[in-house]
Each structure stands twice: as C-alpha cells, then as structure tokens.
C-alpha cells in the first residue's frame, strides 16, 4: 500500500473519470454502498464539471457531496481534464490506482453534429490521454461506458453484439465507435490489457434516496428528463418526434434501463477483472431487452407521479430509428448481471428525484 498524505495507508484505488455526472456518480455510490471491510478500495474521481454542478465556496461538486453524506465514506475528487497529461499523472502518483472506469465524456448527439472536433478532442483525444497514462503507470483493467449509438441502424431486434457497428452519422456515435475501435488495437498490441467496454442503451432513473439523479443543464435531450421536468412543471410540454413509425403506437421504441441497474453491470465487470488470465476486449450490451413506446413512457410517469405530462406531436427527427432494443445474453453470461428494476421502478425513481429537486443540485 502506499503511504497516504496524512500518514494513513491508501488502498487500492478505482479511478473514475467523469464521475461527477449522471452515470458515473450512481456507479460511485453504489460501489461504496457495496464495499465490504475484507476488501477495501479508494474512490478517486476525475472531472473537469463541464456538465456537472459545483456549489460556490464547495471542493467537490454536489453530486459526490452527498454520496458522502448518504454513505458516510470519502470520495477523493480531482477537477481536472482528462486531456490534461500531467494533471493525471499526478493522480496516479497519488493514488495505489487499479483499475479505470472511464465515463467522461460529452454525450449530445445533436450538439456532436454542430461541434465535430469538440467531441473529437474530449472523447477520442482525452481517452488516448487517459491510456497513455495508464499504460505508464502500468494499470491496464478497464471499463468504458460505450453506447447502443455505435450500432447505428438495427439491422435485426434484439441487438446483439455480434451487430455490425460504425456505419453512423453523428461525431459523437463515431466517437464511441473509434474508442472502442483504438482499445481493441491496443488489446491486440499488448496482452495485458483487459478492457470492457459496456453498451448502454437509454439510461435512466435515479438513486433510490432521491439525492442523486440525472441534472442535464439546459433543456435535456433524453425523454426522461424530459418527461419529468414536464411533469414537475419547468418545463411546458413534450415534443414527441414522430407517430408515423412502425411500432406498437407508431411513437419510437427504446430499452430504457435503471442506472442503478447500470451501475451493477460495472461493479460486475471490475469482478471479472480477477479471474485469473482475463484479458483483452469484450464489448457487452446492457438493457433489459424490452422496448417501450414513447406513449408507453409517458403514460407509466404519469402513472408514477400522479402528475399530467402534456405532449404534442411534430416530425421525425433526423437520425432517429423506429425501434432499437438490446439482446442481453451475453451480460448474463459475462457478468452474471441482469436488469432488477422494472419501468413503474425507473418512473418511480426518476419523479422522486424531480420532486425533491426540482432545479436539480441547484437547489
Ligand atoms: N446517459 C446516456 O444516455 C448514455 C448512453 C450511452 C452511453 N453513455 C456514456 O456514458 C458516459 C457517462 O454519461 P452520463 O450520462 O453520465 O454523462 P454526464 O455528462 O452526466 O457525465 C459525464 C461527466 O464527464 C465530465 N467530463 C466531460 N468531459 C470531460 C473531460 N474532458 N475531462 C474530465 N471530465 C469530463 C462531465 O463534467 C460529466 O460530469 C459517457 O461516456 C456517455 O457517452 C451515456
């Protein structure tokens, strides 16, 4: 163990980059919430808040705030980039670290159109960055948040892995796509690495507590969000994209799976990490492997929150599919892991943390 600042010994570490946002902070605080004294680790969290909130005169951003509070442990936060070499190598010379799950990154679709080389530089430069760092500090398990996005068009329901991936339209499903793409290369050019990359479909839902939960800044370009701010009034009505698809009321299908649910298949894939011999990539799906309507969504939060959602109906949007679900038999397998958490959990979940926070952290 290395000697801590204070003089107290460190454990071995999990860095976590991006772990101040949605994903990131609900795998951190249910690995925490899972620790068993037999086997202590530290958190360490990298994140530059550029979509994560920070309340003034406060070290660390709200979110790993209160996962102290709610869990009673110690998050050791770092505001940094991940493009900034030396501001990670300085992590690494701080901390016994392990292993990486790497969630930072910017994640607008739309927004990836209009700003292409933004989104080149934080997902494809900052995560080259972060393997170089890895690589010289000689830690080289891995898991990377990728997306149901680097599949593209369904060319068969379910999806599985085996689903050609890259023939896409947007900068930021490239980017996934050229991630993954680069961490096989380097599974190839070198046999330690073990690395696995986890294609979520739709994320959604909140921490059970209600204190952590989805905070998009500005109007949010997911459904549930913005489904629940909807709801709870801040915003006036839902815009559906579309009635006129080939689904079970013509409004698109998507597998929206409970981010703590996510937030298992990672804790999941660090077990994996220890079986002796493990090693290269593997891509694996997590959804639940049902597809809900966007009717259907709207009608189980009303149904959650006791709250009307108001739609209105206008065109397709470019790039969006009818229909993408995700075939989850190899999670199973790989990971042991399946989705818990059923649709009336995910509404549930999503309008407490809503109610209770109605501007999000910034309450
Ligand atoms: N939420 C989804 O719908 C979804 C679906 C599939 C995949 N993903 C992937 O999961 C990961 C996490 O998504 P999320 O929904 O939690 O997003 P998020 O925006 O809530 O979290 C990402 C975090 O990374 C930080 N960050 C961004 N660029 C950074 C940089 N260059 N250096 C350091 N920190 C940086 C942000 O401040 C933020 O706190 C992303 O890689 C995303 O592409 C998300």
Redesign the pocket.
């Known amino acids: 163990m290395k000697p801590g600042c204070n003089g107290t010994t460190m454990h071995p570490a999990i860095l976590v980059?991006?772990g101040?946002?949605?994903?990131?902070s609900h795998t951190v605080i249910s690995l925490l919430e899972n620790q068993s004294e037999a086997d202590p680790f530290d958190i360490v969290v990298?994140?530059?808040?550029?979509?994560?909130y920070r309340a003034e005169g406060q070290k660390k951003p709200e979110a790993l705030v209160r996962i102290e509070e709610l869990t009673g442990k110690t998050i050791y936060f770092y505001h940094a980039?991940?493009?900034d070499a030396k501001a990670l190598s300085n992590i690494f010379e701080n901390h016994k670290i392990d292993s990486v799950i790497h969630?930072?990154?910017?994640?607008a679709v739309g927004e990836s159109v209009q700003k292409p080389l933004e989104y080149y530089q934080?997902n494809i430069t900052?995560t080259c960055t972060l393997f170089e760092t890895m690589r010289k500090y000689g830690v080289y398990k891995l898991v990377y948040?990728?997306?149901c996005t680097v599949y593209g068009e369904p060319q068969s329901l379910p999806m599985n892995e085996a689903h050609p991936t890259g023939d896409l339209t947007s900068p930021y499903g490239k980017s996934?796509y050229f991630c993954e793409e680069i961490m096989k290369d380097l599974c190839l050019s070198d046999q330690s690495w073990a690395i696995i990359s986890l294609r979520?479909f739709?994320?959604v839902g909140a921490h059970h507590s209600g204190r952590i939960g989805e905070d998009p800044m500005g109007i949010p370009n997911?459904l549930m969000p913005y489904i629940s701010q909807v709801a709870v009034g801040r915003l006036p009505e839902l815009q559906v994209f579309g009635n006129d698809y080939k689904t079970v009321d013509g409004t698109g299908v998507r597998d929206y799976v409970h981010v703590a649910d996510l937030a298992d298949g990672h804790a999941r894939a660090l077990k994996l990490f220890r079986q002796p011999g493990f090693n290269g990539f593997h891509a694996i799906n997590l959804g639940t492997g049902t597809g809900y309507s966007v009717l259907q969504m709207v009608k189980a939060f009303e149904e959650a929150s006791g709250r009307s959602v108001p739609y209105r109906v206008v065109g397709r949007r470019a790039g969006d599919v009818a229909a993408n679900y995700a075939d989850v038999a190899l999670a199973a397998r790989l990971l042991a892991w399946r989705a818990t958490r059923d649709l009336p959990d995910m509404c549930r979940d999503t309008w407490r943390w809503q109610r209770d926070n109605p501007k999000g952290y910034q309450a």
């Open positions: 980059t991006g101040a946002g949605y994903v990131g990298v994140d530059n808040l550029s979509n994560a980039d991940i493009r969630f930072a990154a910017l994640k934080a900052g948040s990728s997306s996934k979520y739709n994320p997911n």
